[in-house]
């Protein structure tokens, strides 16, 4: 005799659905970040310099890596986004308290120890969906860190029920407050020059944390979502139609497939990316990543497990989906962060085209 358990399913989208499974499993925390071990964890980040201790193996240096000849927080050479990045890195962990939630928001993240130029670098945070483990978005921050960035994943708290979303931007812009001090970064995070990337939930709230914190700079959103269940229009505001007022670069990839869903959609049309990008002011770009679904975009679908299985059954690879956004990541805040104009063309331009749209993977629109 099959036993089905039901529990609640909490989709990235923010929204609560109670359903029946035969098969249910915990949420995974998967690293896919890199191949390489880091003994740096919770200790302090050099920054420049040869022979710097605690770096990681692989490929985050030398090799087919590309080069940079770029001097400190300024342009790298135009290294391919879809590589990894000259600087060696390490892997970090800390926590603070964040004044204006309260809230206790465990910190971990990637950071150069050596490379082309010395720090401090741009800061990028990078903000994990509703009920879902930062651990999923390592190998953003890891990819971000080989090409001279402190990539900051917080775990800060998605509760159930009564969920604002003002709290979670303050929890995004008090992590750029304890980098900008933070023994374990050691003086090496401009939070000054500081961009933002998110999933879902945490693609809403990064915009939302724009508006509030004038250190961010430029946001990239991954398929974020606007909806919010039981929640005040003060405590979880439309982002959408707050955009803009956002004068600010920003780029979007999301797609279509969980627009509905028999259940709730994890991405509902009313609220998708799309309806970010409409308002969004120039600078901006929109990629819908065809065959991708919600939770295309987080590291490792295989281990997401119960909170992965409402959504729509994705076509597009998932490795495939999640290297394009780290792509993404890196090309954007190259642009942005650093005024390298050269990466324009993986995000619109010709290289796109051929990598992306050309092969069928996605569409690209901008202005």
Not at 104 to 129: E, L
Not at 218 to 242: E, G, K, R, T, W
Not at 297 to 318: E, H, I, K, M, P
Request: hydrophobic share 35%; proline share 7%; with cysteine.
């Amino acid at each position: 005799m099959r036993t089905f358990l039901c529990v609640p399913a909490f989709l990235g989208l923010g929204a609560l659905l109670v359903a029946c499974s035969d098969d249910p499993t915990g949420p995974g925390g998967n690293n896919s970040g890199g191949d390489g071990p880091s003994s740096g964890a919770g200790a302090p980040l050099g920054g420049g310099g040869e022979g710097a201790a605690n770096t990681t193996g692989g490929s985050a240096a030398g090799g087919d890596a590309p080069g940079g000849e770029g001097p400190g927080g300024g342009p790298s050479a135009d290294g391919d986004p879809n590589l990894d990045g000259p600087y060696e890195v390490a892997a970090f962990t800390g926590s603070t308290v964040v004044a204006a939630t309260g809230n206790t928001v465990p910190m971990s993240g990637w950071a150069p120890t050596s490379g082309p130029s010395a720090g401090p670098y741009p800061t990028v945070v990078i903000a994990h969906g509703f009920q879902l483990p930062a651990s999923q978005y390592d190998s953003y921050a890891k990819r971000l860190a080989t090409f001279g960035y402190v990539a900051i994943t917080p775990e800060y708290p998605t509760s159930l029920f009564g969920l604002s979303h003002v709290d979670v931007a303050e929890d995004l812009i008090g992590t750029l407050d304890w980098a900008a001090s933070a023994s374990e970064l050691g003086g090496n995070a401009d939070v000054e020059n500081a961009g933002m990337t998110g999933h879902s939930l945490g693609g809403k709230t990064s915009l939302l944390a724009a508006t509030m914190d004038a250190r961010v700079k430029a946001v990239l959103a991954l398929d974020p979502v606007d909806s919010a269940m039981n929640c005040s229009a003060q405590n979880c505001p439309d982002m959408s139609s707050l955009m803009p007022s956002l004068a600010i670069p920003t780029g979007f990839l999301g797609e279509t497939l969980d627009g509905t869903g028999s259940f709730q959609a994890c991405a509902p049309t009313a609220d998708n990316y799309a309806t970010f990008y409409a308002g969004a002011t120039s600078p901006s770009f929109s990629v819908t990543v065809l065959g991708a679904n919600h939770m295309s975009f987080l590291d490792d679908v295989a281990s997401c497990g119960f909170t992965c299985n409402f959504c729509q059954t994705a076509t597009a690879d998932n490795a495939t989906v999640n290297a394009m956004a780290r792509a993404y990541a890196v090309a954007f805040f190259e642009k942005n962060l650093r005024n390298n104009s050269a990466y324009e063309t993986y995000l619109t331009g010709a290289e796109a085209d051929a990598r992306y749209v050309a092969t069928g993977q996605a569409t690209i629109e901008s202005k």
